[in-house]
Structures are given as structure tokens and as C-alpha cells.
């Protein structure tokens, strides 16, 4: 949801990120905010920093967010609201346009679901934009995703920061997180296929957690044996020997990561702890249920650490 401002009266209006005729409540007048073949004025200053136009909107790049093997991601701004940031993903391997694709499709598809929990945990996914080819002399496919405010650091670079291993308690409610995700991915159908650091962003502050880097993500159901398309080859060491596109394998993938980031040495805590004893269960692909394997770690840490508690993470850029 967006909020936006009536060109004739002032008026704040919310308005859906699909919807791109907006009509005002207060005084009826039609806003045209961005249509498909409709030119975009520039609202930004033009100050030599790249635009890129899709979807008959425009957009200001403030800079890079990563890179992978088929794609670069970018932090823009439409030039008509200044105030709605947007993540780019600008595709550069034309052998995984249909990855690309695939990922686009998967995200519309869950932003779509009414199982439990999807209007929370559909916020904790990319938001669709638009997707399309770039509007240039030499296009490229691409896909704008709403900016989610706070989720800024990788789990790969809080491994960086707390290069010594989080504590415990921080390894469980990143888990935890995780898992109360991805258990609402499964019973969307869906298996994400690709839980590695860098496709984990958390929210220090807030003990919130979310998921990009769908472009591996297969439909699934019980009994479903479809092997992924295709796995990073990065982190090939988290699949465990396993393409298999099952909640098992998103479950181990997640508590290898939570284990990963822990040092592999879970240093306060006794290795023979329930928490131990049910990373190692988790790492083994044989717990396919994410809600009960959540609500184990739960009776788990509070028998190890006792009642839950805050405990934020301090990173690069924020202040707890």
C-alpha cells in the first residue's frame, strides 16, 4: 500500500501498488500516477545519476545493493514520489530469463494467497511492482519490488559482523523467524529451495526476518518429488547432497544457516542442549513441518535460556 497525494486537492489517498489510476475520495478527480505508454515527467532534479524506465514509469538508481551470477540489484526511487523507494533487480545472464521469470510469477502467485497468516507474512516477501523489459537501445529484463524499510543487512553480513558467532539467543529468534516464514511458504504450496545467508535480510531491531532470492522457489504438495532447477553454486554446501523441492529441505537449509552465523560452536550454551540436539535433527532434512519445528525451539530455548527476551543485534547503520 502507498500513500499518495491529490494532484488537485492535497488530499492523502491509499492506494495499492497495482492500481495505477488512482480516484480521489475527496474530491472525485482521477490521478495518474504512472500508466503503461504514458510518459513520466521527471519530478527529480536531473542530476547525471542513471534513470531507468519500465512500465511507463521512471526511475532514479541511488546506487547498487549487490550482484549475483544473473542479476544486479538496485535501490531507485520513482522521480514522480519521492518518498517510495524501490528495489530493481536488472537481469545480466540472458541463459536464466526463465528463472527470472519464474520468480516474478511465484511472488504474484503468494502476494495472492489467503492461507493463515498471509496478510503478515506476505509484507515479509518482496512486494511485485512491475516486470517487463527495460524501456532502452538495449533492453533488458528487469522487476521493481517495494522497498521494505529496516531490512537492509544479509544474514551472510551478520556473520561478518559477529564473526566470533551471534548468541544464542539471537541464533533462536532469527530461526524462529525463518521458520514461522517458510511454514507459511509450504502451505501456500510453494518451497523456497535457496535459504542461504545471502538470501536472508534481517531486521536487527524489530527480531524480523525475510526471504528474496526466489528464483529457484517450486510449487510443491504432498507427495510432490520435483527437483529444483537449478541451486547456487556458492552455497552448494547448504543443500546437503539434496535438489529435492520439499519443506525438509527448506527447514535443513534454515538451520544450517542459524547455524552457520552461530560459529558452529553455539559457545554459551552446552553442545548436548535441546537447542543443539534439534539444530542437528533439523539439519538432517527429516522435519518437514516448519510450525512444530518452531514451536519445539521455542520449548527448547525456554528450557535452555529461560522466558523469551529482547536481543537485538547491533549492526553497521543502526542504533538499538
Avoid at 1 to 14: I, K, N, Q, T, Y
Avoid at 62 to 90: D, H
Avoid at 158 to 176: A, C
Avoid at 290 to 304: G, I, K, P, Y
Wanted: glycine share 10%.
Amino acid at each position: 500500500m502507498r500513500v499518495l497525494f491529490c494532484e488537485s486537492c492535497g488530499a492523502p489517498m491509499d492506494a495499492p501498488w497495482a492500481e495505477l489510476v488512482v480516484v480521489c475520495n475527496h474530491c472525485g478527480s482521477e490521478n495518474l500516477p504512472g500508466r503503461p505508454g504514458a510518459p513520466v515527467p521527471p519530478r527529480v532534479p536531473v542530476d547525471g545519476r542513471p534513470r531507468l524506465n519500465l512500465g511507463g514509469r521512471t526511475y532514479v538508481l541511488e546506487g547498487r545493493l549487490g550482484e549475483g551470477t544473473s542479476s544486479t540489484v538496485y535501490r531507485a526511487r520513482w522521480v514522480v514520489r519521492l518518498g517510495e523507494l524501490v528495489v530493481i533487480k536488472v537481469l545480466t545472464s540472458l541463459s536464466d530469463a526463465d528463472l527470472f521469470r519464474r520468480e516474478w510469477k511465484t511472488l504474484r502467485t503468494l502476494q495472492r494467497s489467503t492461507v493463515d497468516g498471509a496478510d503478515h507474512f506476505t509484507t515479509r516477501l518482496p512486494i511485485p511492482v512491475a516486470h517487463g523489459l527495460i524501456d532502452s537501445d538495449h533492453p533488458r529484463l528487469a522487476s521493481v519490488f517495494g522497498w521494505k524499510s529496516g531490512f537492509v543487512h544479509t544474514l551472510e553480513e551478520v556473520g561478518e559482523v559477529y564473526d566470533s558467532g551471534v548468541s544464542t539467543h539471537q541464533l533462536v529468534w532469527i530461526l524462529k523467524r525463518l521458520l514461522e516464514l517458510l511454514g507459511f511458504v509450504h502451505r501456500a504450496g510453494f518451497v523456497h529451495g535457496a535459504v542461504v545467508p545471502d538470501h536472508v535480510l534481517i531486521h536487527p531491531r524489530d527480531h524480523g526476518a525475510m526471504l528474496i532470492g526466489w528464483t529457484v522457489a517450486t510449487p510443491w504438495g504432498p507427495g510432490s518429488t520435483r527437483d529444483l532447477p537449478a541451486i547456487p553454486e556458492r552455497w552448494e554446501a547448504l543443500y546437503g547432497g539434496s535438489r529435492v523441492a520439499t519443506p525438509g529441505l527448506d527447514i535443513a537449509m534454515a538451520c544450517r544457516c542459524a547455524r552457520t552465523v552461530a560459529g558452529w560452536h553455539l559457545a554459551d550454551i552446552v553442545r548436548t542442549s535441546p537447542i543443539e540436539a534439534l539444530l542437528q535433527r533439523g539439519m538432517s532434512g527429516s522435519v518437514d513441518d516448519a510450525w512444530a519445528f518452531r514451536d519445539e525451539l521455542t520449548a527448547a530455548s525456554r528450557d535452555a535460556l529461560g522466558p523469551a527476551a529482547y536481543h537485538p543485534l547491533t549492526l553497521p547503520g543502526w542504533r538499538t
